[in-house]
Structures are given as C-alpha cells and as structure tokens.
C-alpha cells in the first residue's frame, strides 16, 4: 500500500468506529436516561406505569412505617402526596421531614415501587433537583437544612 | 502564631509561584540562570507549602478550636488517625493537599530534572509555577484553611462520620498525587507547544511521569471503590456517579496516553495526539477534582463541595483549559509528523488502544454532562445512570478486550497478524476450555457471563501467552527459555503484567454481576437463615460504645459450605457528636469471594432488618488493580526510563530503534 492509501484505511477505520461509537450513545442516551419527577408533575404530566423514573420530595412526618423489611412512607412536595413502598434497608440518613430521592417506577394502583432509594454522605444534602424543584413550588425553607445540620 | 506563619507561608509560595510563572513563561530562552532559578523556586515553593499543611496538621492533631477549620471538622474526642484524616476531609484543608501534591511534582521535576534542556525545564517549571500560583490563590482567596475563629469554641463540631475511616488516609491522597501528577504530562505538553520542539527524548522524559501517574490513579480509584463497597453499605463497588466518572475518565485518557507516549518514545508517531492528550488527561484531571465540588453535578460521594464557589472555579478551569487547547489549536501544526507504519503493527494495534480508550472516555464525558446541558435547554431533570454507562462502556470495551492480546505480539511497522493469531492460539484454546468448563459446572444458564469471563481469561491467558512465546517455554530446553524468561526486558513483564490485572478485573466484575445473590429478611436472635450455602445464625446484639460513638453491634455466625464457622459483627454507629447514624457492614471472606451482611434499624422486639449478599470473586476486581499497578511500577523501575538516565539521541530518525 502506498502512504496514502494507509493513512485512508485508518482514518476509515476511525470513522467507523466513532460513527458507531457515536449511534450507540445516541440510541443509549434516548433509552437510558431517567427523569426527574416530583409527585405533582406526576400527577400533572401523568408516567406510564413501569417506567422507570425518579421521584423526589420530602418524606412527609408520621407517614413512614415499617413491617419486617417492607418500608412504607409518603413522599410529598407541599402540594401533591404519593405512597411509596422500598423493600430493603433504608440509608442511614432516611428521615421523616427531610429530602429524599427514589429510583423505581409507578405501579398499575398509582403508588411507586422504589427500587432504590438514595442518600448521601452528607447529612443537610439535599439533592439539586428536589431543591429547585421546592423553590418552584415554593416550599424551599433553607433553614431547615441549617437546623439539620448543626442538630 | 503557628497558624499565622502557615498562613504567611501559603501567601509567600503563592507569590514566588507567581513570580516564577512569569519569569519561567517569559524568559525561558535566558538559559542556565534562569532554570537554576526556576528550580529553587519549585523547591521553596514545596517547602512553604509543606509548613503550612504541617501547621494545620499539627492544629488538628492538638484540637486547636481556635481554627475555623478544626471547630467546623474536627472533635478532641476523635482518635489521632482521623484527627490528622480530618485536614483534607474538607473543601479547605483538601485544596491545600491538592497544592502541596503540586508543588511536590513541581520540586520533583525541578531535582530530578537536571539532565533536561534548560529551555523545556524552563518552561515546564513556568507552566508547573502558573499551575500553582492559580490554585494556592484559589486557596488564599476564596477558600482560606488558615481562618480564626473568635472566640474559640471549646470542642470541635466533628468529621463526618462516614469519612471517619481509614480509607480517607489512603484514598484522596492517592488519588490526588495521580490527578496532579498528570499536570507534570499537561507542562511538559505545552512546553512543546510553546518551544515547537518534540521529538522522542521528550517522549521518554514524559513517560516516568505519566507512569507514575497512572499507577497512583489506578491505586486512588481502587481503594475509593472498596472503600465506597464496605463503608456506604449498599454492596455495590462502582456506581457510575459523577464523581466516579469523573477520576474514571483521567484514568482512560492517561492509560491512553500512556500507550500514546509509548509510540511517539519507539518510533516519533503520533506526537500531535500525544501532546493532545496530555492536556486532555490533565483537564479531566481539573474537572474530575472541580467539577463536583462546584456544585453542579450532585454526587453520593461529595464531601467538600460548596457551590459559592463555583463560578471562580469554572472560571479557572475554563481559562486554563481553554487557553491550553487554544495552544494546541495554534502550534499543533508545527509539530512535524514522522514515521511510517502498516495499520497491522504495533503502533496500529495502540492506535487503535488509543481509539477505543478515547471513545469510551467520550462517551462517559457526555453521559456525565447531558443532564447539565439537557436541564439547561429544556429545563428537564434527568439522570444519566448504571444503565447508560453499562452498556456504552461495555460495548466499548469488549472489542478493545478482544484485540489486547494481539498487541505487544505484532511487531513494529509492520506486523504478521496471521502470525500472532498462530501464537496466540493457545491461549484462546485454553480461555474457551476454561470459560465453556464454569459454564458447564454452573449450570449451564444461558447469559452473557460466560462470554463475559471468556473475555477475561482470553485477556488473562494472552498477557501470559507473551511471556512464555518470547521465552520459547516448550521449544527450548527448560534451563534456556527460563533464562530468557528472566532476561526479559522489565517492559515485555510490566506490559504482561499489567494486561493480566485488566483480564483479573474483568473475570471480578463479571461473576459477581452474574451470579451475586441477595437477600432482605428480617431475623429474630436465634434464627437461622442461608445465602448461597453459607449458613447464618443471629447470635444476639449488644450496645458496644466506642472512642466517639455508640454502636449496636450484631453477632452473626457464618458456617461455610466446607463447615468451618465465623463469626461477623455488623453495626449500627450513632456518633455523639453529629448524632449522626451510620451502618458498618460485616464482610467476611472467603478466597476470593465475600459473605456481605449489614444490619437494618431494629424493629418490633428482638427482630431486626438483615441484607445479605454473596459476592463470588468480587475480590479480584481491585486484586487485579493492584496487579495493574504494580506493573506499571515495574515498568516505572526500569533503569532506561528513568528520568536522570542519559538521554541521547535528542536527534529523531538516527535513533536505533530496539526490537523489541
């Protein structure tokens, strides 16, 4: 082969490649991604049930109980509620008043299944999402986060 | 007055950094009397730095609340390791770690550099003083760890209590020396675009650093993921997080580069792409350790962000990296391309190494960023999660694992692949038996995983294959091809070597995907339950207190298959000081495999909440890290490469070029 022709079937090969590489992030990032929901854009905007989504809130006061490993609790955002249900054991941090994120998906009946339930290392975390989410709705109380943490 | 003089030492490097900068950038044709003075200053600039963090260590260890930064992290009651841990448990204290890394690579290239050109030590010092100046002034002006605080409270408000653990000694500052090492590649990479001089010499210069590097990243990023595994109680080892992506994609770009570097050292290819990714490496580097802390991507693992200072950040980083690709963008060109080779070669085969590594570090790079661009177009939140990553990566990887065995067999400019496909069929013979041997003994479940450890083995087997092909095991006598085998040059071991821990890591993660077992269950003392033949019996729970906390300690008996029995203490901690719970998980293991149980908030009675996990052979993930790292070490030690070794041959193209 001559130089030019061995520079072109290496930069063929690149471009396959990337073009390859390229579709596949595509298609992965249109079937991968995972939005962001409160309960009221649930109930505003409406997910089909199974998909898989995250829901973000306050963990509303008095709601949680707890039957052997089965945890039960309501997720509010001030304005709408949603029960939700995680079997497991719930990170340290999992508190009734404070901020909380769940993966999972919406059930057939209308309540979320989680599948995960996230925390942070941090006690006053409060995931970015859910705080603008409450500074929209108007709920965003800083305070709160200050007293939890030098509690 | 011994926090003001770290305070006023802090200052004074910054300002030497920044004289040095200017005259290192501006003067570096001046010669010998500049270079002497540059490499002083990079050696005081070490020492001022190193006073002041031993200032603030000593404030931490004597629990001196009169620091704003103690009171805020620190507790008289904590033991001695993590009162010392505690300094860079912290935004503050850890930029001053991360600076006083800097100014130690700074005074290393400075010592060891006397066999340099005085222009390029001229320049890399400058560019390394311009580094430091840009951070020790971060650090004094926006995120001072020197701050009084009056009047002085009398106790410390304590370390979060998950960062209180030994992995916090070993974690950040291991990864910190393998970001910040890459800065040394990011200056020597534009000390060749300023002086348009690179040839192979400054290949091998580069490479000591770039090793070095990558063998701390690679330890740094490991030790994060067990210590992430056993501390956050989730049984999980890698999370695809922000954070972890980001030190994970330095990681690809340097492994990259490292391969890159190793072209451009044997053969004077692919200069312009090496001088590339050297900044890239290094600017992953500054958004793997800024990027989270600013406070625009949210992450399990952040534990000294502050989103006040975010825009000083990113206002930094963009000019240092925008100014460095603006560089590049400008003096690429007069970098003068050489050498000729055929696309099967060596150097084909580590361009395409380079292709797929730099793919994959793309593809993790948009997935990090898209919820960032995707909520400011939209206004959506997303999350780009495990799902995403898994399968862009895995389907990146898997051809790169495919072709790795043919690589250090082809030989340079030209290779046979027909040749190596003869040489490497052994291995491939020996990796299908063993892969198609657990598919039969595991039952035989169609899955990807036995496809999966396929790969692994064939990785594995091949990084071994070169070593016995080029010892000649089997066609010579015994004593002779052992003594060729122990002649090898250190490099052919360190590549073996290495490529090994990839197929140990890649065997790890793909059977404790595969064949993992969990189970929730809530126990009563006295019962008795089984996850994957392993008995477990909840033996009773008692109230332990320890220095700074008060832990409900479990008693669980694990009986093994074979019939020999543990015992395993999961714990519940609350910290007196923060009030703060955290869950210890018990891990008991055995070879290579792990029995993983963490204890749930009690319940009604004596019934308690119990998650159980048996992770067959998860241990090989980070064992075949370590074995990655330690060739890279071995490759490190190697006489030839090293950094005051004479560097003849400043001249490309007389060179002779070793067969190897």
Known sequence: MTRKQKRLSILAGFAVVLALATTLVLVALRDQIVFFYSPSDIAERGVAAGEPIRLGGLVKTGSWTRVGETNDFVVTDGQTEMSARYVGILPDLFREGQGVVAEGSVTPTGSFLASNVLAKHDENYMPRELVEELKRRGEWEPEDVALGASR | ?660
């Open chain 2, 1 to 660: 007055m011994s926090i003001e003089l770290g305070h006023f030492a802090l200052v004074l490097a910054f300002a030497i950094a920044s004289v040095s900068a200017v005259v290192g950038l501006g003067f570096w044709k001046s010669g010998e009397r500049i270079a002497g003075f540059l490499q002083q200053a990079s050696i005081l600039q070490f020492v001022l730095i190193g006073a002041a963090f031993a200032v603030l260590v000593q404030a931490f260890v004597l629990s001196d609340f009169s620091l704003a930064l103690a009171v805020n992290h620190s507790h008289s009651d904590k033991p001695l390791l993590y009162r010392i841990t505690g300094v860079w448990g912290n935004h503050e204290g850890s930029m001053l770690l991360w600076v006083l890394i800097l100014v130690l690579f700074g005074a290393a290239v400075a010592a060891f550099g006397r066999q340099l050109p005085r222009d390029l030590l001229s320049l890399v010092l400058g560019m390394q003083s311009l580094l430091t100046a840009a951070f020790a002034g971060f650090t004094v002006f926006t995120s001072n760890p020197f701050e009084r605080m009056n009047p002085a409270p009398l106790q410390g408000m304590d370390l979060n209590p998950v960062l209180q653990d030994i992995g916090l000694a070993i974690h950040p500052p291991l990864l910190y020396i393998g970001y910040v090492g890459f800065s040394v590649c990011f200056s020597f990479a534009i000390a060749a675009l300023i002086s348009g001089r690179i040839d192979a010499a400054w290949a091998r210069w580069v490479r000591p650093w770039t090793l070095l590097s990558w063998v701390f990243l690679t330890l740094g990023i490991s030790m994060g993921s067990y210590w992430a595994y056993y501390e956050l109680g989730w049984g999980g080892w890698w999370f695809w997080d922000p954070v972890e992506n980001a030190s994970f994609m330095p990681w690809l770009a340097g492994t990259a580069l490292l391969h890159s570097a190793l072209v451009m050292e044997k053969r004077n290819a692919m200069k312009v792409w090496t001088v590339f990714l050297a900044i890239i490496t290094f600017s992953l580097s500054l958004l793997g350790t800024f990027l989270v802390r600013s406070g625009i991507l949210t992450s399990v693992h952040t534990f000294a962000s502050d989103p006040t200072r975010g825009l000083v950040i990113l206002t930094m980083l963009a000019i240092l990296i925008g100014g460095a690709f603006s560089l590049f963008a400008f003096r690429a060109s007069s970098l003068r391309q050489g050498g000729l080779f055929a696309p099967i070669s060596r150097e084909g085969s580590l361009i395409l190494n380079n292709l797929f590594l730099a793919t994959a570090t793309g593809a993790i790079l948009v997935g990090t960023l898209y919820p960032l661009v995707l909520d400011a177009l939209t206004g959506r939140s997303i999350s780009v999660g495990a799902p995403f990553f898994d399968l862009t990566f895995a389907a990146i990887m898997v051809p790169l694992l495919i072709v790795l065995p043919f690589g250090p067999f082809l030989a340079w400019k030209r290779g046979d692949l027909v040749a190596v496909t003869q040489r490497l069929a052994g291995a491939a013979g020996l990796a299908l038996f063993v892969a198609i041997l657990i598919f039969a003994l595991s039952g035989a479940s169609i899955s990807l995983a036995p496809l999966g450890l396929l790969l692994g083995f064939w990785v594995g087997f091949g990084a071994i294959a070169e070593l016995i092909d080029r010892a000649r095991i089997g066609r010579l006598p015994f004593r002779e091809s052992m003594r060729r085998l122990f002649g090898l040059p250190r490099t052919a071991w360190a590549t073996a070597i290495a490529h090994l821990g990839v197929g140990v890591t890649v065997i790890g993660v793909v059977s404790v995907t595969a064949w993992e077992t969990e189970r929730v269950l809530t126990m009563n003392v006295g019962d008795v339950t089984e996850i994957a033949g392993y008995s477990i019996a909840f033996d009773g729970i008692q109230d332990v207190p320890g220095p700074n906390f008060v832990s409900e300690e479990g008693t669980f008996s694990v009986t093994a298959p074979d019939g020999g029995t543990r015992t395993a203490h999961p714990e519940r901690r609350i910290y007196t000081a923060s009030g703060q719970p955290t869950t210890e998980a018990a891990i008991l293991t055995y070879g290579f495999s792990q029995v993983y149980m963490q204890l749930g908030e009690d319940g009604s009675g004596e019934s308690h909440v119990v998650r159980l996990w048996y992770k067959p052979y998860v241990t090989l993930i980070w064992i075949g890290t370590l074995i990655m790292a330690a060739g890279g070490l071995l490759s490190l030690s190697y006489r030839r490469l090293r950094v005051g070794a004479p560097a003849k041959a400043a001249r490309p193209g007389e060179r002779t070029v070793p067969a190897e």
